[in-house]
């Protein structure tokens, strides 16, 4: 049979235009408009969620922080994700709208390229398949979670959600790995738009969309016995995503879970955290483990369209995906997409005349397992037998334990890949010698256990310095275990953690807020030089005299009193290439600030601002309303504690929706003992007071006592119950 190959030709030309989707125009269809009344339970659920709720105690202390103990370790995550329930159902169920690609069923169409991008990925057919084929402590783990979310519904008829009226246990396997921004956020939502919408006008009115960036930046600091004053690792839980991401609480059950940290919503296990024996700490990782496929696309005589690979032609996969969409009057209507992919993944956009196949992670099952039986490890062997699941592909791991172990690791899902071909571009599809050849083993990736200089670190920058003179070798490993650099960030931790045996948790505790910004510290000696060059007379170094004198003298450190932060951020926003730009961007710094605020003298802690107006996910900031000062700055310029404000709409002082989040220092011993504070509060609810009673300490890092035995909460319970009562 001749096939004719389709080189150079467009996607609309090889399928024959819109005759290629099953169907692009909306149609009208019945569906659950935005707070839809909760379906009523039939008596069998009730008797089964009262069951379980028997056996469940929940006690918040005094800054709302839930505590939950079960008698198994399902009464417990029924416990808990019941507690958070309580504390914000509406980010629960928007992560899962987010996860199970049902988030147009809420925000209208503009949001059906983020729910298609997800269900090119995530079926929930294939979902329900492998939720009843799931190890059976699973199962009683995922029915126990949809059970604790539906109880809260049945028992709060007051919380009105805005789609999912009911959780079935299969949807904890959609969002099974807990990182802010997945895998799946390296495809473009532009291209995946231009590759399956018909609508040429629409595409036409596309904006660029922004290249992929990771979502967020932390820190993780590790610190072995042997460099301890008191002869216990430390841990730095440190981790930077947008705000209000996570939950804080506390699960334990007469079946050895005692766990405690961040938890981000609707997930039934402690993402950052730590129990009495072992703690983890994940960073966002740069390494390469997601790879695109440039696929040769050859059409039939019949129509039917394969795929080169080798010498062979093999069928593209077609599917048919059918997405709802909230319509302007509160209804829902639909969209249907026909879908392709290859054995490499499904194709997300179109380069060159070729299809571009995207392949990733994709262990639902594997990874939820691995992110909740961790949290359960009771010391270095342990979390590395779970580790071998190989289902963690975003995350960085800084880990210590009560035997005196610190330990870095990369993320466990890691391909092995030819070498001779770069990843980080498309690579040729048709070529056998590009395909995934198993994954790597445990042993063979860049990690670092115990080092002699007793430390190891990330700041989502590469391992190659993780722990300074005693790091892994970039030579000794393929190219795409990197794809980052050094940042200021690490390069501060490094400065400061060198050449020290003598920790204590203070100690960690004052790395983590430690004032210094290295940035600064290169940048503005190369500004007073330009303005030392000025002729004596000139304009413009009168004019500049004060401010150069300011940061002159300046000690690079930021403060909430410090002017010279705010005129060097200011003028760090300009141009600063040449000697010129560096004085113009200066002059321009002075005119905003004076314009801004009256002076160009205005502490740093007058402009950068923490504010929490109400619950909804997207804040709105107003310069009218209360906020406290907030000292430290982005972590572009080396400050580890990060909080990068800008101006929003409407505002002149800065505010942050994203930086510092959960931070916790830990000690592991014979008794653990742990510092932690959060943005805000622990509450989305506005009316709690537990809404922003962390605000002051989050700004000043005054981390508080974590009350993790029950001896600790003595005298700090505001209260004491079972789930629906």
Avoid: C
Avoid at 43 to 63: C, F, G, K, L, S
Avoid at 141 to 152: C, H, I, K, T
Avoid at 198 to 203: E, G, H, L, R, S
Avoid at 631 to 638: A, I, L
């Amino acid at each position: 049979m001749n096939h004719a190959q389709s080189n150079g030709l467009s996607r609309r030309r090889i399928l024959g235009g819109a005759a290629g989707l099953a169907a692009g125009a909306a149609v009208s269809a019945t569906g659950l408009s935005s707070g839809a009344a909760f379906a009523a339970p039939g008596p069998p659920d009730h008797a089964r969620w009262n069951q379980q709720a028997a056996h469940v105690t929940i006690t918040r202390d005094d800054w709302g922080i839930a505590h939950v103990v079960g008698k198994t370790d399902a009464h417990a995550v029924f416990g808990m994700i019941y507690a958070q329930a309580e504390d914000d159902f509406n980010r629960i169920e928007r992560n899962y709208l987010v996860n199970l690609g049902r988030l147009a069923e809420a925000e209208g169409e503009s949001a059906i390229w983020q729910d298609l991008r997800q269900r090119l990925f995530i079926d929930p057919e294939v979902l329900k398949a492998l939720y009843a084929n799931s190890p059976a402590w699973l199962r009683k783990l995922m029915d126990a979670w949809a059970d604790g979310l539906n109880y809260f519904l049945a028992t709060h008829p007051e919380v009105r959600p805005r789609v999912i009226t009911r959780f079935e246990p299969w949807m904890a396997l959609s969002f099974s790995e807990g990182s802010i921004g997945g895998d799946i956020e390296r495809v473009s939502l532009t291209s995946l738009r231009a590759f399956y919408d018909t609508n040429a006008v629409a595409m036409a009115e596309m904006e660029p969309e922004a290249p992929y960036r990771p979502s967020q930046a932390s820190n993780g600091i590790a610190i072995a016995a042997s460099h301890t004053q008191n002869g216990r690792a430390l841990l730095l839980i440190n981790p930077h995503t947008s705000f209000y991401f996570r939950s804080e609480l506390h699960m334990t059950s007469d079946e050895g879970l005692n766990a405690y940290g961040a938890a981000t919503w609707g997930q039934f296990f402690i993402y950052q955290g730590f129990n009495e024996n072992v703690g983890w700490m994940h960073t966002s990782a740069v390494v390469d483990n997601v790879d695109e496929f440039s696929e040769t696309i050859v059409t039939g005589a019949d129509g039917n369209l394969s795929y080169r690979y080798g010498d062979q032609l093999r069928p593209v996969t077609t599917k048919t995906i059918t997405l709802s969409y909230r319509t302007a009057d509160g209804g829902q209507a639909q969209r249907s997409f026909t879908t392709y992919a290859t054995h490499h993944g499904p194709i997300v956009r179109q380069a060159s005349g070729k299809w571009i196949a995207f392949a990733l992670m994709n262990k639902p099952v594997e990874a939820l397992q691995q992110s909740f039986l961790r949290t359960k490890a009771r010391d270095y062997a342990d979390y590395l037998e779970v580790a071998k699941l190989k289902a963690n592909s975003s995350n960085n791991t800084l880990f210590a334990d009560s035997k005196g172990t610190a330990a870095f690791l990369l993320p466990q899902f890691m391909p092995v890949r030819d070498n001779r071909f770069n990843y980080t571009q498309p690579v040729d599809g048709s070529d056998p010698a590009t395909d995934w050849q198993g994954l790597h083993s445990l042993e063979s990736m860049p990690q670092v256990v115990n080092p002699k200089n007793g430390w190891m670190f990330n700041t989502n920058n590469w391992p190659w310095t993780a722990a300074g003179a005693d790091s892994p070798n970039a030579a000794d490993f393929p190219r795409y275990f990197n794809t980052g650099s050094e940042n200021e960030r690490g390069r501060h931790v490094i400065q400061l953690m060198s050449g020290r045996n003598d920790f204590t948790p203070q100690a960690l505790r004052d790395v983590a807020f430690d004032t210094y910004l290295p940035a600064f510290a290169d940048l503005i000696p190369q500004l007073v030089a330009a303005w030392d060059k000025l002729a004596a007379g000139d304009p413009q170094k009168v004019r500049l005299t004060g401010p150069i004198g300011l940061l002159r003298g300046w000690d690079y450190r930021w403060s909430a009193n410090s002017t010279a932060t705010s005129l060097a951020i200011f003028w760090a926003a300009g141009s600063r290439s040449t000697d010129a730009q560096r004085l113009a961007s200066l002059d321009a710094a002075v005119d905003r600030l004076t314009s801004d605020f009256g002076s160009w003298q205005v502490p740093w802690g007058e402009i950068n601002r923490f504010q929490r107006n109400d619950g909804a996910i997207t804040q709105t900031f107003d310069d009218a309303k209360p906020s406290i000062p907030v000292p430290f700055t982005s972590g572009t310029w080396g400050s580890l504690a990060t909080y990068p404000g800008a101006r929003q709409s409407g505002t002149k002082r800065f505010y942050a929706s994203s930086g510092n989040t959960f931070v916790a220092v830990v000690e592991f011993g014979p008794k653990l003992r742990a510092w932690a504070v959060r943005e805000g509060g622990n509450s989305g609810n506005p009316a709690s007071p537990h809404f922003a009673d962390q605000a002051e300490r989050y700004a000043s890092g005054n981390l508080r006592s974590v009350y993790f035995y029950p001896e600790d909460l003595k005298g700090h319970v505001e209260r004491r119950y079972k789930p629906g009562k």
